[in-house]
């Protein structure tokens, strides 16, 4: 398991994030968690830095994933989100 670098010796789970044609655009800007679609604020949030997506058709752009800093709150809000 990957060391976080913000926080030296604490243990972090890394997950792949999922595909940017998946998201909204709001989740996309950074707006909204990429995980529960909740309204992000800032300092209540983790930035997932910048993401390059390059589309087989189309120009290459930046998307700004980021997600909610309470990973429990966000894994309920997921386990609770409508089929």
């Known amino acids: ?7 030296p010796g604490i243990a972090m789970t ?3 994030l999922p595909p940017v044609s998946a998201l909204t655009e709001q989740q996309q800007r950074g707006w909204r968690c990429i ?3 909740y309204p ?3 300092g209540l949030d983790v930035d997932l830095g910048e993401q390059r997506a390059r589309p087989q058709d ?3 752009y930046s998307w700004f994933p980021r997600a909610c800093a ?3 709150l966000c ?7 409508p089929a």
Request: net charge positive.
């Open 1 to 7: 398991m990957p060391l976080n670098r913000r926080r």
């Open 14 to 16: 890394v997950r792949a």
């Open 35 to 37: 995980w529960c679609d």
């Open 40 to 42: 992000l604020a800032a």
């Open 58 to 60: 189309g120009a290459a």
């Open 70 to 72: 309470d990973t429990e």
């Open 75 to 81: 894994a309920s809000r997921v386990t609770q989100a």
